[in-house]
C-alpha cells in the first residue's frame, strides 16, 4: 500500500514531526466541529475592525462624493461668471436710465447708453445679476446659462406686448411704456 503524502513528506525531510502532528489535530479538530455542528468561536475585536473599516470606507465615499459635487458647483458657477464677463456689452456713456423688475420683485434701474436701450426694450438683449450689480448680455447667452443653472434671474423684456391684437378697440391710441421723467 502506498504511503499518504505527510510521511512522503517526512521521509523527503520536507517537513517536520512537530508540523506533521499540528497539522493532524487541525484536521481533526476540523472535522470534529463539522460533525457536532459548532463553529468556531467568533473572534468580535476581528467584526468590529472589520465593521469600523466599513463604515469609514462608507462615510469617506459620502465625503468625496460632496466634495466633488462642491467642486462642480464652483466650476459651474465659475463657467456662467465667464459667459457673462466675457459676453457683457457694456454701456460707459449710460444717460438713459432703463428700469426692470429684479430678483426681489422691486424696480431696479441701470444706464445704458440709447442702441442698448432699444435692443432691451424689443427683448434682443438681457439682464442678469453679476456680483453685485447687473450685467447686460445677448439672449443667445442666456440659453447657454440656463443649461448650466436654471435657477439663476435672467430679465428679459417681452417683446410680444408690442404686438398689437386686431380687434383691440384702442389700436389707435398707443400707450409709450417707456416714457423718460
Known amino acids: 500500500m502506498a504511503k499518504s503524502l505527510q510521511e512522503q513528506l517526512l521521509a523527503a525531510g520536507l517537513v517536520n514531526n512537530k508540523k506533521a502532528k499540528q497539522n493532524q489535530r487541525e484536521k481533526k479538530r476540523q472535522q470534529h466541529l463539522q460533525r457536532t455542528g459548532k463553529e468556531d468561536v467568533v473572534d468580535e475585536a476581528k467584526v468590529s475592525a472589520e465593521q469600523a473599516r466599513k463604515a469609514k470606507a462608507e462615510r469617506d465615499r459620502e465625503l468625496n462624493r460632496q466634495r466633488d459635487e462642491m467642486a462642480q458647483k464652483k466650476a459651474i458657477a465659475a463657467q456662467i461668471r465667464q459667459l457673462i464677463a466675457s459676453n457683457a456689452i457694456r454701456s460707459e456713456q449710460g444717460d438713459v436710465r432703463y428700469q426692470f423688475v429684479g430678483p426681489d420683485n422691486k424696480v431696479k434701474p441701470i444706464h445704458v447708453d440709447q442702441a442698448v436701450f432699444d435692443r432691451l426694450s424689443r427683448g434682443q438683449l438681457a439682464i442678469m445679476e453679476l456680483d453685485?450689480?447687473?450685467?447686460?448680455?445677448?439672449?443667445?447667452?442666456?440659453?447657454?446659462?440656463?443649461?448650466?443653472?436654471?435657477?439663476?434671474?435672467?430679465?428679459?423684456?417681452?417683446?410680444?406686448?408690442?404686438?398689437?391684437?386686431?380687434?383691440?378697440?384702442?389700436?389707435?391710441?398707443?400707450?409709450?411704456?417707456?416714457?423718460?421723467?
Open 132 to 181: 453685485d450689480g447687473f450685467a447686460v448680455i445677448p439672449v443667445p447667452v442666456t440659453d447657454k446659462i440656463r443649461q448650466r443653472n436654471d435657477a439663476l434671474f435672467i430679465y428679459i423684456a417681452d417683446s410680444s406686448a408690442d404686438q398689437l391684437d386686431e380687434d383691440d378697440p384702442y389700436a389707435a391710441y398707443q400707450i409709450p411704456d417707456d416714457l423718460m421723467w
